[in-house]
């Protein structure tokens, strides 16, 4: 059985897909890269089954009809045959010291007495441009290189929360928890880092720069003019987000706690971007994602009204603009767009 399982989804990536695919064959037959071709119209499929017969015992080439990102990502848990999962956008890649570090702990971990449901490391923004690059880390909110539970999470500040590029699961729970991301749908990521987190019982903080996470493309899902464009698919997760955590009914308190944070700063993410689109139908659809809300759970709506979205939500004047820029500076920071 493989130590790690990396899925890497591709749509139209011929430009940028070798420089992530090699950036993770150094990790040799510890690890298995499972390339999902999302339905290219490119050389992507080519290149993949290039790989693929290359390394036949460590790159897997999956093709498929063009389902998004998240049906990518299912296909990736559904085949993964190592023991953790991580999944690593085609025009990203992994820092080689990180990554030896992040194989040599999770063998460690895998012969330890107990089970360490997920692995959390550090991710660079590799902006475009960006003459310093930001480092998301987190040694100020958990224990470093040792096994903690949730009880041990410090506190976690605005614009500090795990993202797909900082989490690797273990495979199983991905299995178990059912999660299956929407097809057609971008921003899923936000899901794949939330939705299996009651699940989680054990987690490993290990201090390395491993991901890096490149912003910059034009046509970047990122991007804040085409989040605009992509306005509906934004509210589509983060309703889905509202379902999970409802669903969860979440008993230990930090993960509570930590939990609707996250989903306070995506349905803040939400609002802004209905706001800064500045047409009517924009705002009539951040109204309706509010009655879906309230409609779902009346003390959930009231606790987000009490929070960051709920007064981003109101902006009367020029205390509400400045709360506005406020809330926006922190989603920059989450997002990492321009």
Known sequence: MKLLSVAIPCYNSEAYMSKCINSLLIGGEEVEIIIVDDGSSDRTAEIADDYAEKYPTIVKAIHQ????HGQAVNTGIKNATGLYFKVVDSDDWVNQDAYYEVLKTLYELTRGAETVDLLISNFVYEKQGAARKKVMQYRHCFPTNQIFGWDEVRHMKKGQYL?????IYRTKLLHDCGMELPKHTFYVDNLFAFEPLPYVKNLYYLDVN??????????QSVNEKVMIKRIDQQIRVNKLMVDAYLKANVSNRRLRAYMFSYL???TTVSSIMLVRAATQECLDKKQELQDYIKDQNMGLYRKLRRSLFGRVSNLPGRGGRKMFVAAYKICQKFYGFN
């Open 65 to 68: 009809e063009n389902g998004g």
């Open 210 to 219: 491993f991901y890096r996470y490149f912003i910059g493309r034009d046509d």
């Open 163 to 167: 993202l797909m590029h900082s989490m």
């Open 264 to 266: 306070d700063i995506i």
